[in-house]
């Protein structure tokens, strides 16, 4: 394993809307201040290890971070301009993939920050999400109030993502659960409680009411009940990943 300074583990979170929503109103010098902020609470932390796997979006945060090992993965804008390479900003990383030697798929390329800190590689790359046995029982709670025994075999859809660009369009989730339906499986449709109309919307198209969950669970209680699922018909959004 790395052999780490300071035993400790810190992570600042912020909202990545936050931020874009500074560039998309030109609000350029409210978003070089803030970074520079942000910069500084890095600095004050003394962390060891700075991994950005955007960092052509924070090249003010590399600069100076304070951590002694620096780990870039470039691929946002190489892939939407088409080109190889990508990321001025490559030699200010201790580490940097920026070339040939980026791995194409999302998951293979953030692992290999771990190459750069020489741990070894994962045999199974597959991602799982932990739950309790309270979890699964409010799960199977859920799905007998919604007419779904454990016999029952059932399919998840998940019709709804953050971004507009991501979402199947509606009249064809309807199309695929109203087959789902035909060939003896019971649809569930899913989403937050701030997609609920959405997922009504498509629900009320359906030839058959389907069963719905729209903030009622937990996200671990989710993937219990994803758990039970016969199978998950998602867009890129979190119970995807569950």
Known sequence: ???????????????????????????????????????KALQERNYDIFISLQPEEWS?????????ERIGIFDTFARYYGKPYSGP?????????????????????YLLALEALNIPPVPDKRMRLGYTAEDRAKAKAFL?????????????????TTWPTKCWPAERFVALADRLNAQGFKVLLSGSAAEREPVSQIARKMASPPAMTTGELSFRELAAVIDRASALISGDTGPMHA
């Open 1 to 39: 394993h790395y052999p780490l300074r300071r035993q400790r583990q810190m992570c600042i979170r912020d909202s990545s809307k936050y931020w874009k929503r500074m560039l998309r109103r030109l609000n350029y010098p409210l978003w070089i201040y803030r970074s520079l902020l942000f910069r």
């Open 60 to 68: 003010l945060l590399t600069r100076h971070c304070g951590a002694t």
């Open 89 to 109: 900003n490559a030699h200010y990383f201790t580490h940097s993939y920026n070339g040939p030697e980026r791995e194409e798929h999302r998951t293979n390329q």
């Open 144 to 160: 007998s109030a919604q007419g779904i025994s454990d016999e029952n075999p059932f399919v998840i859809l998940v019709t709804q």
